[in-house]
């Protein structure tokens, strides 16, 4: 059975995606500030956008659970596990500095673990992105690996470190 929810945070509504976040998930997508880190290059078209929107809103459990992050009714990000135990998560640069993918994320990663059954998360992350290493480390993950060249970003190879999170110590930091 699928499952599509939508449910509140303190301050946000996550929600699965839809067709008509083409626009906000674009702004984000070509922001280069937002994308500087990313797994491919900042999208030059809508046309490219629209493809990942489409991919995201093909997700569906109970092979992960990615969504989108609304503030006052504005779509600012979006954070989820894209391919269970993956976690991925990216917020326009506007809204950076609030504390909003923490507070995201730590729903997100609630449901893995509670809702979804996941023993573990994992994150793949470019070294250099010392925001995102520094938001899972106080979400609790930690780094399981390293390894080189792993994605051909453009013209640039880019390397991984590895993170990871067990439902175990997230059930004891949360208690
Ligand atoms: C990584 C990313 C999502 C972080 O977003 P963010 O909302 O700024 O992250 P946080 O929720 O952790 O908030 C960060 C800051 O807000 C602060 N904060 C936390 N709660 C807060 C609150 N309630 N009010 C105000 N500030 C708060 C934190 O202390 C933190 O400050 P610091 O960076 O000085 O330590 C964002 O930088 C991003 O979209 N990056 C590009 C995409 C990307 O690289 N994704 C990962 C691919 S693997």
């Not at 699965?16 to 999208?43: C, F, G, K, R, V």
């Not at 989820?80 to 990663?109: D, K, N, S």
């Not at 609630?110 to 979400?139: C, M, Q, W």
């Not at 991984?160 to 175990?168: F, G, I, P, T, W």
């Amino acid at each position: 059975m699928q499952t599509r929810v939508k449910f509140r945070t303190e301050r946000l509504v996550l929600r699965p995606a839809l067709p008509e976040d083409l626009d906000a998930i674009h702004s984000i997508l070509s922001n280069l500030q937002a994308m500087a880190y990313w797994s491919t290059p900042p999208h030059e078209t809508v046309q490219q956008s629209r493809d990942w929107l489409q991919s995201m809103i093909a997700i569906q459990l109970p092979d992960g659970e990615d969504l989108i992050i609304e503030r006052d009714g504005k779509v600012i990000g979006k954070a989820g596990l894209w391919r269970f135990p993956e976690i991925g998560f990216i917020l326009h640069p506007e809204f950076w500095g609030q504390g909003y993918a923490q507070e995201a994320l730590t729903a997100v990663i609630g449901r893995a673990f509670s809702i979804h059954g996941l023993s573990r998360i994992e994150a793949d992350v470019d070294p250099r992105n010392t925001g995102s290493i520094k938001l899972l480390s106080r979400l609790g993950f930690r780094e399981i690996g390293r390894k080189e060249r792993t994605w051909l970003v453009g013209d640039q190879w880019c390397d991984s470190v590895y993170l990871a999170l067990d439902a175990k110590s997230w059930r004891s930091a949360s208690a």
